[in-house]
């Protein structure tokens, strides 16, 4: 199954950017498993199982682009972001902005605001290091675009209804890096890691394209194999 086209270039005033922008969220899954990130963006597999399934139905809860005002505070809900210097863009599940003289303009307020944003993961509350890069990168983008500096996140565990706080340190920030260049660097030279079995490998949804199991040359000559039964079937 198709995980879709995973670029966007996005317009800033007048123009378009040439710039071709990653999906955000794949930061995550390049700190995750490289291997998996290349399956999923350069040969567009995606397979759904119990986890993926679950965490798209919690998902589809609050993924509605809406903004919701309280006092001097609101919550923007599945808010677009974007950034030049890691190449990437994405949807925030939501962003708190709270009144602060000290803050930044945002269209949704007339007042300045201080920028909180946070990201719904399903399952046990953890600390996955993955989770936490992928909300460093919100802030990241969030920093670029309105001029701002954003110290904290928080990753929001639907299931158990608990939110954890997540510091943007300098070491997460230099993670996020390293991972965005990771992730252009698989893209723009159509690179796909070699697969190395661990204990992740068991509940990875698409274990049965990646075969971490099968050597790489079994898999050349499956995939030789496969070549030439296409030769054959071609007219």
Not at 57 to 85: C, I, M, P, Q, W
Not at 179 to 199: C, D, F, Q
Request: hydrophobic share 35%; glycine share 4%.
């Amino acid at each position: 199954r198709s995980a879709g086209a995973p670029c966007l270039k996005v317009r800033i005033g007048s123009a378009l950017d040439e710039q071709e922008y990653l999906p955000l969220s794949w930061l995550s899954q390049v700190d995750y498993c490289p291997r998996r990130a290349a399956l999923l963006l350069n040969e567009r597999i995606w397979v759904e199982n119990a986890d993926t399934a679950k965490g798209r139905a919690e998902h589809s809860r609050v993924h509605d682009a809406r903004v919701e005002r309280r006092g001097d505070s609101l919550k923007l809900y599945e808010y677009t972001v974007f950034s030049n210097d890691l190449g990437v863009w994405g949807k925030c599940d939501c962003i708190e902005a709270q009144r602060c003289e000290k803050g930044c303009k945002i269209k949704a307020a007339d007042f300045p605001v201080m920028l909180y944003p946070v990201e719904y993961k399903h399952g046990s509350v953890r600390e996955e290091r993955s989770y936490m890069i992928q909300l460093c990168s919100q802030a990241i983008c969030l920093e670029e675009m309105f001029s701002i500096s954003i110290p904290a996140g928080a990753l929001f565990f639907i299931s158990a209804h608990r939110r954890m706080e997540v510091q943007f340190s300098e070491q997460l920030r230099a993670e996020v890096k390293e991972r965005a260049m990771a992730l252009n660097e698989l893209w723009e030279k159509h690179i796909t890691p070699p697969a190395e079995y661990g204990a992740k490998c068991r509940r990875c949804s698409i274990q049965e394209y990646c075969m971490p199991r099968v050597s790489r040359s079994a898999k050349a000559y499956c995939k030789g194999l496969e070549k030439a039964a296409m030769e054959v079937e071609t007219p």
